[in-house]
């Protein structure tokens, strides 16, 4: 599974978490305006940011830009490929010109361009959505498992213990493979969710584990706080960095798996694009028309990279003295 | 310690039943009517009633269920068009769709998944250990800032993508590889050899730059420790005090990971073979999911569940017998 959850899988590792851990539950919360300012100023982080933004707005304004381009991503153009080469699409670089920005399907003559910016829709949904949902799931377990304790510990602690013991990528294949084929989009996440929340839930959990025995909230317990507003008033606010750090290291992660789930076709299902059936279809073709893989592999190269560039500089920023007043 | 050998085996058992039977839950319940399948396109109603007999699929789910189960461990024997077929221990099901048995498939194919699966480990550990001490040995120089960038490179690009980019360059565009060929090992050793350096490569390259990071930060950490000091402090040769000292702990948890992920390699067979189209167990796997022939998808699933387990807990065991510390820890 080294696409999907490899690198989550080591931020999760011993070693991962503990170094997290440490330095994150042993200074103050970051200040904001601090925090805002290393990020400014690192170009790295800024230049993944543009990227991730430009592929929002084009995941946004896709029919706009298909409008603007003149070909959607179902049309197909038959005077685009050569019928008599195998229908190889005609002109250098697997037909690129300025009818067809990032050239054409060799086969069908579909329109690159087009299918990238509705493609980059269904990325960002799944991605996104998993992030949110794992995000909300993995912090109330694991704030539950680290505030209660006992019996509720236990429980959850056995579950995330054999979520995380499955072979994931093939189990996932396995659940998609048996259900219908409807809602693609809906189902990519709730099965991406449901084996992805226990990695943050752990490092939630442990974090609670050390802050609840703090003065803070002992005084709010003896003022007689109830346990809910001890868990969201007192230790969410400071787990804040934590969250964040994690769920943005967690977004390449689901877009790599839902381009992955998809070029095994058990994702997205055509004629709807996504970036890794596209790759699929271009396979048999990589030798005759390069361009036809390379574009989309290098949109979703480019995305993965830009969020764990991304992830891996608020981390830094988050955990350095930099940020810290 | 034979009390935590026992608890572990216990729990490796349970958690191997919840598998089974989660799978086997998923596929009967979401799953198309595989009597419907197996009839094809002339199908009567009798016929399919007929399969659904022959398969037991009349039956209620946990009688189906402890007949998958007891299969596994005492064998059993389906009936297809009249004729039996035996089906020794652990029997894994039949494929109707290939009218075989799926044990026999997933045997036939496993040689392929573990020449892949041995090259690239043998790779990425080489790989990213050495690069891992060396990017600690240079810290903030050039050379960690180079294995750095590298390395998110590497754990940004995915497998396929990476599979066809190189076979384009290299086969292709470069022609220094030839076009990969069927070929044994013992036939012609040149052209296996070269036929396996890119899907070793690319099922590497991902783990690789992980436990690139993982060992810099564990080289590094370790550095500080005060036995190191120490042992420099004494005047120790810088040597030893790397090889004795510093590279020892800051290697184990390495070890353990690798167990873990050697374990779990059945999934990312998956993609690599599909791209290169190497017929071990992964593109089993694949070619399945587009056939839609359960029984096969339902065995590799307990197979990797079964080889991610097993793994979990040897490397538990190991752990426990190299470090004492653990051991109490784990007893809580």
Redesign the interface.
Known sequence: MTFSSTSLEAEATPAGDSSLHETLESSPPASGRRLLRAFLTDWGAMLSSAYILLIILMAIFAPLLTMLSGWGPYEFDQAAIDPNLGAIPIGPFGGISAEHWFGVEPGSGRDIFARIAYGARVSMTVALSATLLTTVIGVVMGLLAGYFGGLVDLVISRVMEFLMAFPALIFMIAILSALPADNRVFLLVVVISLFGWPYLARIVRSQTLSLKEREFVEAAKASGASSRRIIFREILPNLQSTIIVMATLAVPGYIGTEAGLSFLGVGVVPPTPSWGQMIAAATPWYAVDPMYFVIPGAFLFLLVLSFTTLGDRIRTIATSGEARS | MIRIVGSRLLGMLV?LF??TLF?YA??FL??ADPAVQICGKNCTPERIEQIRLNLGLDQPFWTQFWGYVGGLFTGRTFTVAGAAVECAAPCLGYSFQTSQLVGDMIVQRLPITATIAVGAAVLWLLGGVVAGVLSAVKEGRFLDRFFAGLT??S???????LA??L??IF??ALGWLPFPQAVKFTDDPGQWFLNFILPWVV?A???AA?YT??TR??VI?TLQENFVRTARAKGLQPGLVWRRHALRPALT?IVT?FGM?VA?L???A??TE??FGLNGVGKL??DS??A?D?PV??A??LL??F???IG?MVVDLLYTAIDPRVRTGASA
């Open positions: 958690v919840l598998v799978t998923i596929f979401l799953s998110l490179g754990m940004s690009i995915p497998n396929y993508v066809l980019a076979q384009f086969v292709v099922l390259v991902g783990y992980v990071r993982l930060a564990n950490d948890p990971i992920d779990g059945l999934g990312g998956v993609i599909t791209v796997t694949a999911i587009t839609n359960q998808i339902m590799v699933t990797s569940a080889f991610v387990i979990n």
